[in-house]
């Protein structure tokens, strides 16, 4: 179906409570809907923002188009939890209602401020010409929970220099001065980010382009995030137009990282090479809070933009990953699934063999819905690894090539295929003795984190019901492990 300019922009508002309820039914026949992870009850999810903790509770909103699966009229959506886990939606959080928004609330951060939590977003406007004036706003959350819309843009003009894609504030405070860094094009079209400054969330000085050494490296850059960890400073940005080189950047656009210091003073980061988050298919514009125990906790968007994904026929598309705890480790920035994930155990099984160049089954380890991990030693074989979601006609295959010393995730036979104009294998070199995987499958999705976080691989996958196998392999010779499954409770 071909979406119209009126029919990405209409609003929820306008939409009578029978179609809404038709679409809900729609949605709800889905076969690949989600368990565990943050989905849209409509309509299409994308960006996290505003992720944070305030007033005993973490706070998470997301980009929402609530009447289909496409990119429209974006609003954002509300959800909050206690523990990370068990998430209650809220509802509508900021609606595009207003001159300073008309044309979509695009992403945003939010910030602890005066005991409210205030929110700094994107208002996405455009003129009679469609010509796009991006202003970033202000909307102020109380302690109940109420949120207001401040009136006039914080920032309400792009600097000398810089297109119209100039968006996504990320604010974040040191010493008695604010913060935000936005994602921007030069005019030259090549991404980059700039720097603000504040002493109140109100009054906003442009401080200038964030100098590095990265040259001209795509042609935008969204979702700027800056923040510590163990002392060092990271800055997250997802540069679109990348091409791919080796194994890299083979997703239509990419997330990833540096490591260093941002001097605010003097506008200027200092810092590593450009390393991507996520090994898999679908992850992108993530944002990252900082939890009362002062870890650093990380959530993406488990989808990317422009790629058509099985769950569009039936009204809804995208879901979030799972928090994820964010450490440095021997130069390189680690992701754990948050401890509390183990909140959602339930039945435990586990196995212990050795696999002889060949592949193994057991009764007790098979569905569609669990938590896996696997830890191989003592291995001489060529390849070894882990086939899931299986059945007659379907599987994911998790493997080390131990030849190529590379993780590989392999979604050519996942079931309904998705992005395969962007390849059906994803995989990353890991030289490593031990190798354990640790897998979280949902109805629809599969994330691994590598040898306790050293890589990640997050995807969208879309098996069918009746594919629920596990099987154990090793090729060309033999490979010891032990297994522990869990199933995923409420």
Known sequence: MEWTTEQRYKRIEEVTPEELQALAKQVNESPWRQTFHIQPVTGLLNDPNGFSFYNGEYHLFYQWFPLGPVHGLKYWYHTKSTDLVHWENVGIAIHPNAEIDSHGAYSGSAIEHENNLYLMYTGNTRD??????????????????????????????????????????????????????????????????????????KNW?????????????????????????????????????????????HNIYQSGYVIGELNVHGNTMTHGEFSELDRGFDFYAPQSMEAPDGRRIMVGWMGLPEVAYPTDQYGWAHCLTLPREMTIENGKLMQRPVRELKLKRGVKMEVHDVLQNETKTFDSFSG???????????????????????????????????????????????????????GTVRQCALDAEQVKFHLFVDTSSVEVFVNDGEEVFTSRIFPGSESTGIRFFANDGNASYSAVKWTIGG
């Open 128 to 201: 009679e010409n469609w010509v796009r004036h991006p202003f970033q706003n202000i909307a102020v959350m109380n302690e109940d929970g109420v949120i207001t819309k401040c009136d006039k843009p914080v920032i309400d003009h792009v600097p000398d220099g810089y297109t119209d894609h100039f968006r996504d504030p990320k604010v974040w405070k040191e010493n008695d001065t604010f913060y935000a860094v936005i994602g921007a094009q030069r005019i030259n079209e090549t991404g980059c980010i700039v720097l603000y400054s504040s002493p109140d969330m």
């Open 205 to 249: 000085t442009f401080e200038g382009e964030v100098k590095n050494d990265l040259g001209s490296f795509g042609y935008m850059w969204e979702c700027p995030d800056y923040f510590m960890v163990n002392g060092q400073g990271v800055l997250v940005f997802s540069p679109q137009g990348i091409a791919p080189n080796g194994d890299h950047y």
């Open 368 to 422: 569609t819905v669990f938590e896996l991990m696997t830890e191989f030693h003592n291995v001489d074989a060529e390849s070894f690894g882990i086939e899931f979601r299986v059945s007659e006609t379907e599987k994911t295959v998790l493997l080390y090539d131990a030849v190529q010393k590379k993780v590989v995730l392999d979604r050519t036979h996942s079931g309904t295929a998705v992005g395969t104009e962007f």
